[in-house]
C-alpha cells in the first residue's frame, strides 16, 4: 500500500450505511474503491476492482507465489460460455483484477485456422485432433464446468482441470452425454492454456460392480463436478463425481498432472484403493472440495439438485484412499437465519481454500446460483470453524474479515485421551492437554477442565455423555467423556441381543464395582439355575418368534438390542426378594420412528394370586434411559420371580438396549424419567398475527395429554392447548410482542410481528 492515501469515508444510501475505504492513487486520477471485508452468507454482488461484477462461478482459490488466483466458469453470457474459462488475481482475496480468458472457448471451428490465438495453440494438430478439441471447448455445444488449477512445481507448468461435458455421437442433443473430465497446459496462470484432451476416467473392473443402474457399463467412468488436490509430498488428486453422479472417485494424478497415474484403460490396471477410491456408491454426492488440516483429509460435498441448494455433508479420512468417514452436515442451525443452513445457506460447495492450512484458518467457497440468470449467481465465502476435535462446522457469518481467523480454531486436543468410560467423579479428568495457537503458532498447553455432573445421581448403569468446560484464551470450550453410574447395589446389567456384550458390560465385569452383580453373561434364554434371562422366542417373524436381535456385534450397549415382532412383547424372568428396587432399562431407536412402550412386571404373590403393576408409558425417539423404583413385599416364598415386560402403546412394535436392577433405599412415587434430548419446538417463529403456529416437542417422553402454556412477557397465563401427538397448533390471536411458550421445564421465546 505504499505510495497510496487511505481515507474513511461514511455514505448514506437508500438507508444503509456503507462504510468502505476510499484510496487515492497518488497519480490523482484513478480511484478505486477497496473492500476489505467478505460479506459471508448475505452474498451481496462482488466487484472486480474495475467495478464489474466478478464472473468466476464454481470456480477455485488459490495461492501461488505472492499472488491469489481465482479460476472459474465464466457466466457473462449465461448457461454456456462465450469466453471460456475466466482468471482473476488478488493481493489480498477481497480485491480481484480481472487477469483473463485463461482457456478460451471457440466460437467457429474456422477460428482454429485463421485466429491467431488459436492457431498459434493448435495449429500444428491435424483436423481430426482439431476437430476433438472444438468438440470439448466450444461456444455452442459445450460445457465448460467446475474448472480447477493446480501449478506443477517440478515441470513449472499450470495445468487446468475442469468438467468438460457437451453431446456424442450416440446422444447428439444431451448436454451432459460426454461426462467427462478436460484437461489444459499453460506456462502462466492468465494463460493462455492449450486444451490437450477430454476422456472418462477410473472404473472398477466389471466383476467388482453390483447390480444397481448406476453401476452399469454406460455409466462408468463418468467425470462431472470436480476438484484438486494437491498433498505435502507434491502429489496431486482428482477428485470428481461418477456414475452419473452418484458415487465420488479420487485418482492419483501422473507426475506432470495431466493425466491419471495409471490409465484408466484396460480397465483393472489401476487398483481401487491404490491408485483411486471410489467412495460412497450410491450416495449421490457432487461439487466436491478437498482440503487437509492437522493430518486428516476433508472432504465437502453437496448433493445433486441442479442449480437449487441442497444440504452439504462431510468426510473426513486419515489416508485420502483409505477409509472415509461421513461426518454429516457441517452447517451449524440457528433460528432466524435467512439462509437456511440445511440448505448450506443457500450455496452449493466449490472449494475451499488452504489460507493458512498449518493454523486452522480456511475459507469455505460456495456459490449461490441463480438459475434465472446465471451470471448473477453469487459467492459466498465463510470462514471454516473447527471444534477442538476437528470437526468441520460452517455458520451463518454475515460481514467478516481475514482477521476473524485470530479468535477462531485457536484450541485443538486429541479426544484419545478422553477415552473410557469413567465411572467415580473422582477419576474424571482434571486437566487436558491441549494445543493453543497463538498468533500462527501452536504451543501446547496443560489446561483445567471442570465437569458440571455428578455419577453418583446418574440412573444406574445408563451410559451418559457429559460434558466438561474449559476457558482457553478467553473462550469457553467443551469436552465430552462417558460415564456410567455403577455401584454395588447393581443386582443385574442384561446387555439385551448382544452376542460379546458392550465395552460397558466388560468394564462393570472387571472393575469389580458392582460386587454384587448376578449375571456374568451380557444375555441369555431364562434358566432356573442361574434364575435369570430373557423369555421369550427369538427367530424370524416367519417362524412365529416373539423377537430378533438387532446389531448383535455392536460393543455400545445401546446399539445392540430386541425388536418384538408384530404385536409381540419383549419379556426378561429374574430371581428377586423382598426387596426395593429400581428398574432401569435403555432404548435406542433403529428405524428413524418414536414408539410408545410400556415397562409392566408381573409376579406371583404369597397367596399365590398373579399381581401386575404397571409403569406410565413413555416415548423413545433416538435413544432414553426409562428409570424406575418399586417395592417387593409379598412375593411368593417358593416361586420368587418378577417377569419384566416391555409392550406397545403405540402402533410400533416395542425395542430394548438393555436392562439394569439395582437394590434401593428410597421409593418415590414418581416415575423417574431420564430423558436426552427433549426440546420445544416453536414455527414459525417469528409468526405474524391471525396466522396459526405449531409447537412440537422431541425426546423420549410421553407428553401426550401435557399442557403447553403460554404467558406474556409480566407472566400472565393467555392461553394453553393439550399436546397432541405430532405437532399442535395454535390459532394465533396474540398482540404483537414477545411471548414464553412452556411445557413442563422446557421454556421457549415466540415473536408475534
Ligand atoms: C449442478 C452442478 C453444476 C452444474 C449444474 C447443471 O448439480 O453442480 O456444476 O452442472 O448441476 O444443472
New binding site residues.
Given amino acids: 500500500m505504499s505510495g497510496k492515501k487511505k481515507k474513511k469515508y461514511t455514505i448514506r444510501c437508500a438507508g444503509l450505511n456503507i462504510s468502505f475505504f476510499i484510496f487515492f492513487l497518488l497519480s490523482g486520477n484513478i480511484m478505486v474503491d477497496a473492500r476489505n471485508y467478505f460479506d459471508g452468507v448475505i452474498g451481496g454482488v462482488w466487484n472486480d476492482i474495475d467495478g464489474k461484477p466478478i464472473q468466476v462461478h ?1 470456480g477455485q482459490v488459490q495461492k501461488i507465489g505472492d499472488k491469489w488466483w481465482w479460476i472459474g466458469e465464466d457466466k457473462e453470457d449465461g448457461y454456456r460460455t462465450q469466453n471460456g474459462i475466466s482468471m482473476y488475481s488478488s493481493d489480498d482475496l477481497y480485491n480481484w483484477k480481472f487477469e483473463s480468458y485463461a482457456l478460451r472457448a471457440i466460437r467457429n471451428r474456422a477460428d482454429m485456422d485463421t485466429d491467431p490465438y488459436f492457431v498459434n495453440l493448435y495449429g500444428h494438430l491435424t483436423d481430426l485432433q482439431k476437430d476433438e478439441v472444438y468438440q470439448a471447448i466450444n461456444t455452442t455445444t459445450s460445457v465448460i ?2 474448472p480447477k488449477m493446480i501449478y506443477n512445481k517440478k515441470t513449472g507448468k499450470y495445468i487446468i482441470w475442469f ?1 468438460a461435458d457437451g453431446p456424442t455421437e450416440e446422444a447428439p442433443e444431451s448436454g451432459y452425454a460426454a461426462a467427462a473430465a478436460g484437461v489444459a497446459i499453460s506456462d502462466s496462470p492468465e494463460g493462455p492454456f492449450t486444451f490437450l484432451k477430454r476422456s472418462r476416467l477410473h472404473q472398477l473392473p466389471d466383476e467388482e460392480y453390483g447390480n444397481e443402474w448406476y453401476e452399469q457399463p454406460g455409466n462408468r467412468g463418468f467425470a462431472r ?1 470436480m476438484n484438486l488436490f494437491i498433498d505435502e509430498d507434491e502429489v496431486a488428486y482428482i477428485i470428481y463425481s461418477s456414475e452419473e453422479n452418484r458415487t465420488m472417485f479420487i485418482s492419483r494424478l501422473n507426475e506432470e498432472y495431466t493425466d491419471l497415474d495409471v490409465p484408466q484403460e484396460p480397465v483393472g490396471l489401476a487398483k481401487n484403493g491404490v491408485d483411486f477410491v471410489r467412495l460412497y456408491p450410491g450416495a449421490q454426492r ?2 466436491p472440495a478437498l482440503f487437509k488440516y492437522d493430518g486428516r483429509y476433508y472432504m465437502i460435498t453437496s448433493g ?4 437449487e441448494p441442497n444440504a452439504a455433508r462431510y468426510w473426513v479420512a486419515e489416508d485420502i484412499f483409505g477409509e472415509w468417514k461421513d461426518m454429516g452436515d457441517p452447517c451449524i442451525r440457528e433460528n432466524g437465519i435467512p439462509y437456511a443452513a440445511s440448505l448450506t445457506f443457500g450455496t ?1 460447495s466449490t472449494n475451499v481454500i488452504p489460507y493458512d492450512a498449518a493454523a486452522g484458518k480456511f475459507i469455505y467457497m460456495g456459490d449461490r446460483w441463480n438459475s434465472m440468470d446465471l451470471s448473477d449467481s453469487r459467492y459466498v465465502w465463510l470462514p471454516v470453524y473447527f471444534t477442538p476435535t476437528g470437526e468441520m462446522e460452517l455458520r451463518s457469518t454475515e460481514i467478516w474479515d481475514l482477521s476473524f481467523f485470530d479468535e477462531i480454531n485457536t484450541i485443538k486436543f486429541n479426544p484419545d485421551q478422553l477415552a473410557g468410560i469413567y465411572f467415580r467423579n473422582e477419576d474424571l479428568p482434571e486437566r487436558m492437554k491441549a494445543q493453543v495457537r497463538n498468533k500462527d503458532k501452536w504451543e501446547e498447553k496443560e489446561v483445567p477442565v471442570s465437569w458440571d455432573t455428578d455419577i453418583t445421581r446418574l440412573p444406574p448403569a445408563s451410559l451418559t455423555t457429559v460434558t466438561g468446560s474449559f476457558i482457553v484464551n478467553g473462550i469457553s470450550q467443551s469436552v465430552t467423556v462417558k460415564v456410567a453410574n455403577i455401584n454395588e447395589d447393581l443386582l443385574y446389567f442384561i446387555d439385551s441381543g448382544a452376542a460379546e456384550g458392550s465395552d460397558l458390560f466388560d468394564s462393570i465385569q472387571v472393575t469389580g464395582l458392582a460386587p454384587n452383580l448376578i449375571n456374568r453373561l451380557p444375555d441369555q434364554p431364562f434358566q432356573e439355575e442361574s434364575g435369570w434371562g430373557y423369555t421369550g422366542t427369538v427367530g424370524t417373524n416367519e417362524e412365529g418368534a416373539d423377537m430378533d436381535y438387532k446389531n448383535p456385534e455392536s460393543r455400545d450397549a445401546f446399539t445392540s438390542g430386541w425388536f418384538a415382532w408384530y404385536n409381540k412383547t419383549i419379556d426378561y424372568k429374574l430371581r428377586v426378594k423382598n426387596e426395593m428396587y429400581r428398574l432401569t432399562m435403555g432404548f435406542q431407536e433403529w428405524w428413524n420412528t418414536g414408539r410408545y412402550m410400556r415397562i409392566f412386571f408381573s409376579y406371583k404373590d404369597n397367596t399365590g394370586n398373579e399381581v401386575i403393576k404397571e409403569f406410565p408409558s413413555f416415548y423413545n425417539r433416538t435413544e432414553s434411559t426409562q428409570d424406575y423404583r418399586f417395592e417387593l413385599a409379598d412375593i411368593h416364598p417358593d416361586d420368587s420371580y418378577i417377569t419384566i415386560c416391555v409392550e406397545k402403546t403405540g402402533s410400533a412394535d416395542p425395542i430394548m438396549s438393555w436392562l439394569a436392577l439395582s437394590l434401593t433405599d428410597e421409593i418415590t412415587s414418581v416415575n423417574n424419567v431420564f430423558s436426552s434430548g427433549r426440546k420445544l419446538h416453536v414455527f414459525p417463529n417469528p409468526v405474524s398475527q391471525n396466522q396459526p403456529f405449531y409447537v412440537k416437542v422431541t425426546g423420549e417422553k410421553d407428553y401426550r395429554n401435557m399442557k403447553v402454556f403460554i404467558y406474556d412477557l409480566s407472566g400472565q397465563l393467555i392461553t394453553q392447548n393439550l399436546i397432541s401427538d405430532a405437532v399442535t397448533e395454535f390459532r394465533n390471536l396474540l398482540p404483537g410482542g414477545t411471548y414464553i411458550v412452556n411445557l413442563e421445564d422446557m421454556y421457549t421465546k415466540l415473536i408475534v410481528k
Fill in positions: 464454481g464446468e467446475r468438467h463436478d457432487e461439487a445433486a439438485t441442479g442449480w452449493q
